[in-house]
Structure formats: C-alpha cells, structure tokens
C-alpha cells in the first residue's frame, strides 16, 4: 500500500491558464474521488469515478472542470481558464467499493493558486 | 445523508484524554457514523467509524449514544501530533445507491497544548 499519491504537489498559474493534475489511487481500489478545500472549510465533494465510468459531478464542477480516468487507474483534472477564486487545494481520495465500511484514503492534495 | 453539528475548536492538554462531540439528531437506521481528522497540509485521515455499537481501534473510541442521536470520538492520551482538524460525517453504509462519497462539515478544530 503505496498510498494515494497526487501530482503536483503545489501549482502556481496566472488567470485564463490552463491546469491539469494528476491522481494515482491505491492500486486495487476502484472508486476515485476529486474534492476540493479552500481555506477553513472542509472538503467539497466534485466527483467520482467507479472504475474508468464518472458516475457522479457535484454543481460545483462547471464546464470549465473535467475530470477522466481513462483505464480505470490514474485519474486527471483539469480547469480550464482558470480564475482566481480556483485557489484551492485539490484532493483525491480511493477506496474499494464495500457494502458496510468502505473506507476513503487522501492523497495530500494538489494546491493551486491563480494569480 | 444525515447533517452533522460539531463545536467549532476544543482545546485539550498533552496526556489527558479529548473527547470531541457530535449531534447527529436525524440519522436514519442505516448510516454509519464515521470520523476523519486532517492535519495541516495534509489530505483527511480515517480514524473510526460505528452503527450502533461503541467502537475502539489503535487510534481511538467511538462512543455512540442508545438513540443514536449524538457520538463522542475519545483520543485517550492525546498528544501535540494529534492536533488537527476532526470530521464528524454520517453516510449510509449499505444499498446499492451508496456511492460512498462523503460530506464533510467544518469540523471541530483540536488544539493540542503543552
């Protein structure tokens, strides 16, 4: 258990840029999250993923966000045209799919900042 | 999924036990109470989850009143390690809509003192 790992750790971009970021979960789980924190809040559901299919998007993901997961491992976002108020720290979360105590594990989050 | 009502910060001293609350007034039979923290800069943690039962693992107790109505996570001997943001969330446990994401609150801030 390798832990979920989360690419780039930090990414500083001006307004109108385009990011992508990359997740890589616990091998063998089969969902994948995308949340997203700002400063004194907790976490905000964006998306999901159920091995490659992205079967749930919160109304905060607007068309500017997208996220694949192409095979069903890694999985990307990406925000195009990004705006000031992006400024957040992006977080993946995996686990496997349980009936009772199915667990989320956190990677340690992508932090953006949009100048 | 049931909303949680947590106290904004709690202070606790090195070596005593924390006890951190949470009112879950309108939990319904079949969601689990589960209990996360985030310490600075990093992603949510899992700590402990229960249904009705108290629980207790390497990290911490669960305790979850008869109604089910109201929970206490227990830090035994806490220590400055421990100070951190802890997550109350309520989310159903089983059925086939469950997509097991979960909503997270404010959380109770934990400060951890010398």
């Known amino acids: 258990d390798t832990g979920v790992s989360q690419d780039p750790r930090h990414k500083i971009t001006k307004r109108g840029q385009n990011v992508t970021f990359r997740c890589d979960p616990i091998?063998?789980?089969?969902?994948l999250y995308w949340y997203r924190q700002t400063l004194g809040q907790g976490p905000e559901f964006l998306t999901y993923?159920?091995?490659?299919?992205?079967?749930?998007k919160s109304r905060l993901l607007s068309d500017r966000f997208s996220a694949e997961r192409p095979k069903g491992s890694f999985s990307t976002l990406e925000i195009q045209r990004t705006e000031q108020g992006d400024s957040a720290m992006y977080l993946c979360?995996?686990?496997?799919?349980?009936?009772?105590?199915?667990?989320?594990?956190f990677g340690s989050g992508t932090q953006l900042s949009v100048l | 999924d049931a909303k949680t009502t947590q106290p904004p910060s709690m202070d606790c001293a090195e070596g005593r036990a924390a006890n951190l609350p949470c009112n879950h007034s309108t939990i319904s039979g079949n969601e689990y109470v589960y209990w996360y923290r985030q310490i600075h800069s990093q992603g949510p943690q899992y700590i402990i989850h229960?249904?009705?039962n108290n629980e207790t693992n390497e990290m911490a107790s669960l305790i979850i009143t008869e109604d089910r109505k109201s929970s206490t996570l227990i830090l035994p001997h806490a220590t400055l390690r421990d100070t951190a943001v802890y997550y109350c969330?309520?989310?159903?446990?089983?059925?086939?809509?469950?997509?097991?994401?979960?909503?997270f609150g404010q959380g109770t801030t934990l400060q951890v003192k010398p």
């Open positions: 993923f159920q091995n490659e299919a992205q079967l749930e």
């Open positions: 979360a995996s686990s496997l799919k349980r009936a009772t105590n199915e667990k989320l594990f």
């Open positions: 969330i309520v989310r159903v446990g089983v059925g086939s809509g469950n997509t097991g994401k979960l909503i």
């Open positions: 229960g249904l009705k």
């Open positions: 091998s063998e789980h089969n969902r």
